[in-house]
């Protein structure tokens, strides 16, 4: 539990360092995003083929979910992925909309529903009503940072909608039914689908 509240965490201050990349980075973002994905992607590669992640403290270890992604780093590549494919796609305000949802939405989401989640949503074995509403709050008031309160309602539905549909997915071969399974991660759909 503290593992998953901690890794929420990181993904919610990483999620606010994206933010600030972006507008850092001007009409580079797009750029960046590829280089830190094109690092990222070869970090996960040296990773997995050095082992690094058993020769390393325990905190490295507990960056990932031992058991549910084989792919090192897959948070992060898939978020990095979603952030790039909405930068290249949508005007800068929908950007900063989709990765505030993406940060703050499911972060809350997954910290509420670990720590106080009690009630089970019904299409999920995982995810709880009190998570998943408390992500929506979450998603909506960062959203409206950057767009209209209806955009950012609209954006912070689908995206805890999305959120609370997925299941981590994990991918043991490589492989078209792989590449589907790794991409279907609320990392990656969240910024791309949910203000589209």
Do not use: C
């Not at 767009?147 to 805890?160: C, E, I, K, Y």
Request: net charge positive; aromatic share 10%.
């Amino acid at each position: 539990m503290a593992g998953e509240v901690g890794r929420q965490f990181i993904h919610m201050l990483t999620g606010a360092v994206f933010l600030i990349a972006i507008y850092l980075s001007g009409s580079y973002a797009a750029l960046l995003f590829a280089v830190l994905l094109t690092v990222t992607v070869a970090a996960s590669i040296l990773i997995k083929k050095v082992n690094l992640s058993q020769r390393t403290s325990g905190v490295f270890r507990r960056l990932g979910r031992p058991g549910i992604q084989t792919v090192k780093l897959q948070g992060t590549i898939l978020l990095l992925s979603g952030v790039l494919v909405t930068l290249l796609l949508f005007p800068r305000n929908i950007v900063y909309a989709s990765v505030a949802i993406v940060a703050f939405g499911d972060s809350v989401a997954t910290i509420v529903g670990v720590l106080i989640g009690k009630h089970k949503l019904p299409y999920s074995k995982s995810k709880t009503v009190e998570g998943t509403l408390s992500g929506l709050i979450a998603a909506f008031l960062g959203a409206m940072l950057f767009v209209t309160s209806f955009q950012a309602f609209l954006g912070a539905f689908g995206g805890m909608l999305i959120e609370s549909a997925i299941n981590l997915q994990t991918v043991k071969e490589a492989s078209l039914k792989g590449m589907v399974k790794f991409f279907l991660n609320d990392n990656f759909l969240i910024p791309v689908f949910q203000l589209s």
